[in-house]
């Protein structure tokens, strides 16, 4: 069931050749309601005026883009990308490693991973006996970055092989350490930026994304 590693077999190479992005073969409604739920919970969390809540989805939303754009050039230099979704697994392909479900998942993960840190976010873990602790944003940051990178685990070992790991050096491990603890590292402290650090941050990080997209869509880059 699960798959910790990737196994350079030929047919996950053929899975990956296989792949349409944004092709609208498997398309369905369900793009739009997963859409609708998205808006909801961003402009709920607007209404209330929680702004940290807000910028928690938007810092690691936009870096989980900056990573997809590099794992899609990866794949266009290097023949196969580090990680791939397969034509069966979804409704829609953006880029050749993340697909509109998956995409809009990481939309919501920043703001859950958010929620789930104390009130008081200057709590410490394991504080006790003149020990400082562990600050509460880091740990929640690894703990959220060990449970995706589970599930990853789980998605990569599905029979419609939702996941697809090619290089046998790629899995797990390298996917907690490299991908997931900055996510959620970049959703648990950008909150905390003093307000001007906080927005030139995020504007940099998605005029970024942006330029990106723009630039490299047209060039059949990614």
Excluded at 51 to 63: H, K, P, R, S
Excluded at 102 to 108: A, D, P, V
Excluded at 204 to 220: S, Y
Aim: positive net charge; glycine residues 6%.
């Amino acid at each position: 069931m699960f798959v910790f590693w990737g196994d350079g077999s030929q047919e996950a190479k053929a899975l990956v050749d296989a792949i349409r992005v944004r092709s609208t073969e498997n398309f369905n409604w369900t793009f739009i309601f997963i859409l609708a739920v998205v808006f909801y919970v961003y402009w709920s969390e607007i209404h209330r005026k929680n702004t940290e809540a807000v910028c928690a989805g938007l810092a690691l939303y936009g870096v989980h883009w900056l990573y997809e754009i590099g794992n899609a050039v990866i794949a266009h230099v290097f023949g196969y990308p580090l990680w791939s979704v397969s034509n069966a697994s979804t409704t829609f392909i953006l880029l050749i490693g993340v697909c509109w479900e998956l995409s809009m998942m990481f939309s919501l993960a920043g703001i859950i991973s958010f929620k789930m840190m104390p009130q008081d976010r200057t709590t410490r873990y394991f504080a006790k006996n003149g020990k400082r602790g562990i600050d509460c944003r880091l740990v929640v940051a690894l703990e959220m970055a060990l449970l995706f990178a589970l599930f990853e685990s789980f998605l990569a070992g599905t029979s419609n092989h939702s996941f697809i790991w090619v290089y046998k050096w790629w899995g797990v491990l390298p996917v907690f350490v490299t991908t997931y603890i900055p996510f959620f590292l970049a959703s648990n402290y950008v909150p905390d930026m003093e307000p001007k650090k906080r927005r030139n941050f995020l504007l940099g990080l998605w005029g970024l994304v942006a330029l990106l997209l723009v630039v490299l869509i047209p060039l059949g880059v990614i």
